[in-house]
């Protein structure tokens, strides 16, 4: 049996950044019944594009 860890919170830094209102409403859409928030769609984007960018 695992053992259970408290899980640690990043550090994090509140940035103000502007989206065009066509992307604003197709993530909402993309997120809409689900148990995701805004941010953490657009954090787990932002990582996966990183990721691709890193493969090239």
């Known amino acids: ?9 990043p550090p ?3 940035k ?3 989206f065009p209102n ?3 409403e197709k993530v909402e ?5 689900t148990n995701c928030t805004f ?8 990582k996966m594009a990183l990721e691709d960018l890193e493969e090239k």
Do not use: G, L, Y
Not at 1 to 9: D, H, L, V, W
Not at 39 to 46: H, K, L, N, P, Q
């Open 29 to 33: 859409d993309a997120i809409r019944e």
């Open 12 to 14: 994090t830094t509140n």
């Open 39 to 46: 941010s953490a769609f657009v954090i787990a984007a932002v």
């Open 22 to 24: 066509d992307v604003i």
């Open 16 to 18: 103000t950044i502007r």
């Open 1 to 9: 049996m695992k053992k259970f860890k408290i899980p640690s919170i």
